[in-house]
């Protein structure tokens, strides 16, 4: 790709890895989209989509010019022809994978996340949220506005479970076969004016992509080559394991008597049978194939963090009566930012795995067999249990009772982890910015 004088100023990556397919390619391989309405037909992507080209032609402003000449300017993965956004080629991108079995409160989890961190980066870190793909994000404006946004915040509310397609896919033409791709969510992290580091913005400044795939993407056999959906593990810096407490009948009878949830009732044994995913199974699977796709031994640790989610904290935060409630967080003495008070989240970790191990000792034993470093962190999507709407008959939640407590702890402390200079972290007496 030839670059013009104005294009050549632009500081681009060496390289570029394709939120889509991950295949990892150099700036000048990459293709656009045709703007030209006439150019509509894709070899790969299907008849409803704008051709790629490789260009030959640019504007006075960098931008590819198409075979009609009108200007482009979006670009697109040369493998799978699936768009790639534009701050992919300026800043690093990086991977994280949040998994866990159905129905476990992905999507709540992923909606008051998000909803979570737009709020905090800013007043807290000093960091801005936005969007890199507007399009790919669409699904989580949609579940954020059901949650927080809401013109009705008495009518009860439930969302969609990840599917295994729809709008989270797509699918790509390969030559003798087709192969479906995850949409991952994407996003920009940067550092503002009163952000210490805000003089090197460039070098930290980082593209996040966070993938979410249906439970049962995570059933064994089903990782193919029609259906890579999960390939994205062995690339992700933090993986999050999403641990339902209320699909776990050992959880359900420890908290008998002690959780009005109506997800905590206890079932028949037919109906656990047929509606249930062993979430331990889910995990196992996960682990094996990061082990494959990365080139792991089995006796090989991973390097990237586990962080096991234990979901839906109101159900059962009675069974660790102690553990602390209040916000992780730690202002910074002499800077206009805090840090996330990691020494409080270590002391969490350590009552909610001693917990699991009584409960569900093979969750423990899976985790820290696989990885490095391992987080149990609590959370809390809603604040509160679901209640049955009366129109419906389903569960489902007032938008004006959602208070969500500690759900965007785990991905601050994967971005802690994995991004120097972005979130720093407390230890004790010692406040330190890259662990």
Not at 179 to 200: A, D, E, G, I
Not at 313 to 333: G, M, T, V
Request: glycine share 6%.
């Amino acid at each position: 790709m030839t670059q013009s004088p104005s294009s050549a100023e632009l500081t681009l990556q060496a390289k570029v890895t394709c939120p889509h397919c991950w295949h990892a390619y150099i700036p000048e391989e990459s293709l656009w989209v045709s703007e030209h309405p006439d150019l509509i037909g894709d070899a790969k992507l299907g008849f409803e989509h704008a051709k790629r080209f490789l260009p030959s032609r640019f504007s006075v402003e960098g931008d590819a010019l198409d075979e009609q000449g009108h200007k482009s300017t979006r670009m697109a993965c040369p493998h799978c022809h699936l768009e790639v956004p534009r701050p992919l080629y300026q800043l690093s991108n990086i991977f994280f994978s949040i998994l866990g079995a159905p129905a476990c409160g992905k999507s709540y989890f992923l909606a008051s996340l998000t909803w979570g961190l737009r709020q905090n980066l800013p007043s807290r870190f000093r960091v801005s949220m936005n969007d890199a793909d507007a399009s790919s994000n669409a699904r989580l404006h949609q579940y954020e506005e059901m949650q927080f946004l809401s013109g009705d915040p008495d009518k009860p509310v439930a969302l969609e479970k990840t599917e295994e397609q729809g709008d989270l896919y797509d699918v790509v033409n390969m030559g003798d076969h087709s192969v479906t791709l995850p949409r991952p969510f994407m996003f920009t992290l940067q550092p503002t004016r009163k952000h210490p580091s805000y003089q090197h913005s460039q070098t930290v400044s980082k593209v996040i992509s966070l993938y979410d795939n249906a439970g049962e993407s995570f059933l064994p056999g089903a990782d193919k080559s029609t259906s890579p959906v999960t390939r994205h593990l062995a690339l992700s810096k933090a993986l999050f394991f999403c641990f339902d407490p209320t699909q776990d009948p050992r959880f359900r009878k420890a908290c008998e008597g002690k959780s009005d949830d109506p997800q905590m009732v206890p079932r028949a044994e037919r109906l656990e049978r047929e509606n249930s995913v062993r979430q331990d199974t889910i995990l196992v699977e996960a682990t094996q194939r990061v082990r494959r796709h990365a080139g792991l031994r089995e006796d090989q640790l991973h390097k990237q963090p586990l962080i096991v989610v234990v979901t839906k904290w109101d159900s059962w935060n009675k069974l660790l009566p102690d553990l602390s409630h209040k916000e992780p967080y730690k202002r910074i003495s002499g800077q206009p930012i805090q840090a996330i008070n990691v020494e409080k989240i270590l002391k969490a970790s350590q009552q909610v795995e001693s917990l699991l191990e009584k409960l569900c000792p093979e969750i423990v034993a899976t985790a820290i067999g696989f990885a490095e470093e391992v987080f149990f962190i609590p959370i809390s999507a809603t604040g509160r249990g679901p209640e049955v709407d009366p129109e419906t008959g389903a569960l489902g939640i007032r938008p004006r009772d959602i208070k969500p407590w500690w759900v965007e702890i785990p991905l601050l402390l994967g971005f802690h982890r994995s991004t120097r200079g972005l979130v720093g972290g407390y230890y004790g007496n010692k406040e330190k910015k890259k662990a």
